[in-house]
Nanobody, 127 residues
Framework: QVQLVESGGGLVQPGGSLRLSCASS????????LAWFRQAPGKEREFVAA????????SYVDFVKGRFTISRDNAKNTVYLQMNSLNAEDTAVYYC????????????????????WGQGTQVTVSS
């Protein structure tokens, strides 16, 4: 069974940066896809970014392009989300998710395509 544990959230001022981490444990697949989603109060969970574990391909939602970067460290079995130029609209709980056996020729942006989820980490952008 795969487990995901997020860390790195916190309070940051507008324009600041944070790096989120998501550590995996258990029986993981070499072909997995890892993604970050976020959910703000009163809103639906939304896709942020995804990365393929073996091809390095990435996908981002438009409103984070140029500000957020997803990366992974295979040796540490960890995926990261570097977030720069944060603003109040980025305030949310950020979740890491994994699809261990993806069959699509693209990186899915649908939460329902990811079977494993972390507990989430709070990111608050405020002055």
């Amino acid at each position: 069974q795969v487990q995901l544990v997020e860390s790195g959230g916190g309070l940051v001022q507008p324009g600041g940066s944070l790096r989120l981490s998501c550590a995996s444990s258990g029986r993981t697949s070499d072909n997995r896809v890892l993604a970050w989603f976020r959910q703000a109060p009163g809103k639906e969970r939304e896709f942020v970014a995804a990365i393929s574990w073996n091809t390095f391909s990435t996908s981002y939602v438009d409103f984070v392009k140029g500000r957020f970067t997803i990366s992974r460290d295979n040796a540490k079995n960890t995926v990261y989300l570097q977030m720069n130029s944060l603003n109040a609209e980025d305030t949310a709980v950020y979740y890491c998710a994994a699809d261990e056996y993806p069959y699509r020729p693209y990186l899915s942006t649908l939460a329902s395509d990811y079977a494993t989820w972390g507990q989430g980490t709070q990111v608050t952008v405020s002055s």
